[in-house]
Nanobody, 123 residues
Framework: QVQLVESGGGSVQAGGSLRLSCIAS????????MAWFRQAPGKEREGVAA???????KYADFVKGRFTISEDNAKHTLYLQMNSLKPEDTAMYYC?????????????????WGQGTQVTVSS
């Protein structure tokens, strides 16, 4: 059974940093593309960053230059390094995975989801 478990969320001041982690299990990690999504109350879930099986990366325009997606294949772990955080980054952040290729920030392309980790950024 595929399981994705996020961690690393918390409350920080604007301009601060956080690193989110997603530990994956129950599937062949190297065969899946993985991504980070986020959802604020009352808003639609939106793609943040994605990493394809060949290492290709796609970022949403609103985080490009501030966030970095990476992975540790040996640990089956996906990361999202978030720098220069803004109050509008406040949301529940979700890890997602699927066999979809090429790299995608479209929610419908992903069938496996974690429970999320909350990120709160104050002014």
């Amino acid at each position: 059974q595929v399981q994705l478990v996020e961690s690393g969320g918390g409350s920080v001041q604007a301009g601060g940093s956080l690193r989110l982690s997603c530990i994956a299990s129950g599937f062949a990690y190297g065969t899946y593309c993985m991504a980070w999504f986020r959802q604020a109350p009352g808003k639609e879930r939106e793609g943040v960053a994605a990493l394809d099986v060949d290492g290709s990366i796609k970022y949403a325009d609103f985080v490009k230059g501030r966030f970095t997606i990476s992975e540790d294949n040996a640990k089956h772990t996906l990361y999202l390094q978030m720098n220069s955080l803004k109050p509008e980054d406040t949301a529940m952040y979700y890890c997602a995975a699927d066999l979809t290729s090429p790299v995608s920030l479209t929610e419908a392309e992903y069938n496996h989801w974690g429970q999320g980790t909350q990120v709160t950024v104050s002014s």
